[in-house]
């Protein structure tokens, strides 16, 4: 009789550890799945600035080249050659 109830507390301990260790691991799993979403979202923003940090380099090392100088002035401050005509699209 006491070895009957002896094996009884032993599975109801073992099965209470089961539980806690699949509950445990059921955790563990979530935060293994966000760590592997913040990671990626980094890597995109490593990527984006790793980009950026080439066309910076570019315009840069080009910095004396007519051409891109010419770019910048079109695109980023509105000038155009003498005698040229710009159309603006107001459909947008």
């Known amino acids: 009789m006491?070895?009957?109830r002896a094996g009884i507390i032993i599975?109801?301990?073992?099965?209470i550890l089961v539980v806690f260790a699949g509950v445990?691991?059921?955790t563990i799993r979530e935060q293994i799945a966000q760590a592997s979403a913040d990671k990626d979202a980094l890597q995109d923003?490593?990527?984006a600035l790793t980009q950026e940090n080439a066309e910076l380099q570019y315009e840069l090392d080009h910095r004396d080249d007519p051409a891109?100088?010419?770019d910048i002035a079109r695109e980023k401050l509105g000038?155009?050659?003498?005698g040229e005509k710009?159309?603006?699209d107001i459909n947008d």
Do not use: C, G, N
Request: proline share 4%; aromatic share 8%; charged share 30%.
């Open 2 to 4: 006491r070895f009957k």
């Open 86 to 88: 710009v159309f603006v």
């Open 24 to 26: 445990r691991l059921s």
């Open 45 to 47: 923003r490593l990527d």
């Open 79 to 82: 000038l155009v050659k003498p």
């Open 68 to 70: 891109l100088i010419e």
């Open 11 to 15: 599975i109801a301990i073992v099965l």
